[in-house]
C-alpha cells in the first residue's frame, strides 16, 4: 500500500472516530483530499485507493492537472476549487471545475455564471465566510452571507451548495469550536431559506475533530494525506 494510500485510511479512521463521538455516521462526513502545490502522481495514488473529491486552490496548477487526468481517461473526479479566486482568472474555473468552494463576493460569482460552458451542468457554488474575523482571511462576513446567497441562487449557471470557512490557525479548540458553531447556526438558518444547501464544509488536518463535532458535511484535509507543503500563501 502507498503512503497516501495509508494517510488516506488514517484520515478516514479519524473522520469516524470524531463522527462517532458525537453519535454522527460517518457517511455524512465527505472527505475533499487538497492537493494543491503536490505532483500529479500523489493525485494518482490517491485516485488508486479510492479518493474520488480533490480540492486545489492554484488556478494554473489546477487546471493542468484536471487536464491531464482527463487525457489519460480519468473522468471520475469531483474537482473543486477552493482558492482564493481574482476576476481575471475565472474562466478555466468555469470551465474545468465542479465546484467552487471559496466564492466571497458578487463579482465572481457573476463571471463564474457568465463563463459556465451551456454544455456542462451548474457550476455547484459555496460561499467562503470568515468566521475567524482576520482582516487578511478571504471570505464574506457573517452580516452580507444573505445578500450574497441571494444573488448566487437567482444565477441559473450556479448551484448555491452552502458554506465554507477557514478556522483561525490555533490549537485552542474553544475557539475554534465557538467559530465553527456560529458558522453552523448560520448555515441551519440560510438552509431554511435555500433548500439547495446542503454542504457545510469546515475542518483541515489540524482542527477535523472539532469541525465533525460541530456539524461539518465535507472536511478539507492536505497535510495528513499528501504531508507538508511550502505554502505560497494561506
Ligand atoms: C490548503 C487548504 C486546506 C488543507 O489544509 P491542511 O491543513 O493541509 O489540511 C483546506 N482548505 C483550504 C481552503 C486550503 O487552502
Redesign the pocket.
Known amino acids: 500500500m502507498s503512503d497516501i494510500a495509508q494517510h488516506l485510511l488514517q484520515v478516514q479512521t479519524r473522520i469516524a472516530e470524531a463522527a462517532a463521538l458525537v453519535g454522527r455516521s460517518a457517511s455524512e462526513i465527505q472527505l475533499l483530499a487538497?492537493s494543491?502545490t503536490k505532483p500529479l502522481a500523489a493525485v494518482q495514488a490517491a485516485y488508486q485507493a479510492g479518493q474520488r473529491r480533490f480540492?486545489e486552490?492554484y488556478a494554473q496548477e489546477a487546471v493542468q492537472k484536471v487536464q491531464a487526468l482527463r487525457d489519460v481517461g480519468v473522468s471520475d473526479i469531483e474537482w473543486h476549487f477552493?482558492?482564493p479566486l481574482q476576476s481575471n482568472k475565472t474562466r478555466p474555473i468555469a470551465e474545468h471545475f465542479d465546484w467552487v468552494d471559496?466564492v466571497d463576493r458578487l463579482k465572481i460569482a457573476e463571471r463564474l455564471n457568465a463563463q459556465r460552458p451551456d454544455a456542462l451542468p451548474p457550476l455547484n457554488i459555496c460561499i467562503q465566510v470568515n468566521i475567524s474575523g482576520e482582516s487578511q482571511k478571504s471570505g464574506t462576513t457573517e452580516a452580507q452571507v444573505l445578500d450574497l446567497a441571494t444573488r448566487i441562487q437567482q444565477f441559473p449557471r450556479l448551484k448555491l451548495r452552502g458554506l465554507m470557512a477557514?478556522a483561525e490557525n490555533t490549537e485552542n479548540d474553544a475557539v475554534l469550536k465557538e467559530s465553527f458553531l456560529r458558522l453552523q447556526q448560520l448555515f441551519g438558518t440560510l438552509q431554511q431559506q435555500f433548500p439547495s444547501m446542503d454542504t457545510l464544509s469546515m475542518g483541515?488536518?489540524?482542527d477535523l475533530e472539532v469541525a465533525v463535532a460541530c456539524g461539518s458535511s465535507q472536511v478539507?484535509?492536505?497535510?495528513?494525506i499528501f504531508g507538508a507543503r511550502d505554502d505560497r500563501q494561506?
Open positions: 487538497v494543491k480540492g486552490s477552493i482558492g471559496s477557514i483541515m488536518t489540524h478539507r484535509i492536505g497535510t495528513a494561506d
